[in-house]
């Protein structure tokens, strides 16, 4: 009687350790399988902006250069009209740089290489990038960086965030008006700040402004987004060991802060 009480109860035991054993395996089967159903959500969600995106500038171009070759449309035409093209097909080249670096990274093919970065030069560079643009709008631009202040990150992501939060506020601000950019040691960490004069953002956005991918807005002139630079920016800050936030009123502006790991070398007075 005690062999068999034995042998049932290790059998209990056995069938209970494979019953938490297959509890768990269908647990991770139902998370993963939740995980590629948001995926292939999102991954629709972006193709169609995309698509929407690359077929309205190479109509445009088409266009232009069908008028130029029946001889409808002068030189001059051309040239004033393809100076709007190209800033649509720049807008469109920073979109899908955005979903490659997106994708990339779901599909773990992205590595962060980390080295110490000079904040000044990186945004010199972003600068340079974005004042065409800028000009287009009469933009005025504002800066106070402080001198050696020295980041430890990944250049070219930080470089994407950069980006994207500053053709953002290029994009909602009205013709003149004026962005300012400051970056300062605040708490052992780089404190950035983006400010603009902007249409600024519903209070009803700004909640899941970096957690979800956005319905692409306008911007002042017409332009459009991409709808996932600011979800990319927060994927990209947190991967640097960085955040971010946002404060922001309709027609009052808005205002991006951003952190980052301070460098070690930064000197310290």
Known sequence: MFNFVSAIS???????????IQYAYQKKIAEQHAQLKQINGTMENIFSIIAHDIREPLTSVY????????????????????????LRITLLNDALDNLLRWGGRNMQGTTIQRTDVCIDALYEEVY?????????????WEENIEKN??????RDQILIVFRNILSNAIKYSHFGGT???????????????????????????????????QVPA???????GSG?????????????????????QPNMGSVFSISLPLSKKTHVP
């Open 63 to 86: 266009d232009m250069l069908s008028l130029f070759e029946k001889n409808i449309i002068t030189s001059q035409t051309a040239h004033e009209n393809a100076s709007l093209i190209k």
């Open 179 to 213: 962005i300012h950019f400051s970056a300062m040691r605040n708490h052992g960490k780089v404190f950035i700040e983006i400010r603009d004069t902007g249409i600024g953002i519903p209070q009803d956005q700004l909640s899941s402004l970096f957690n979800y991918i």
């Open 218 to 224: 306008h911007g002042t002139q017409g332009e459009r």
């Open 228 to 248: 996932f630079g600011l979800f990319l920016s927060r994927e990209l800050l947190q991967q640097n060991d960085g955040d971010c936030s946002v404060r922001s």
């Open 128 to 140: 340079q990038f974005l004042m065409p643009q800028a000009k287009r709008k009469a933009i005025i």
């Open 149 to 154: 202040l020295i980041a430890y990150i990944d």
């Open 10 to 20: 290790f059998l209990l035991i056995i069938i209970a350790v494979f019953k938490d």
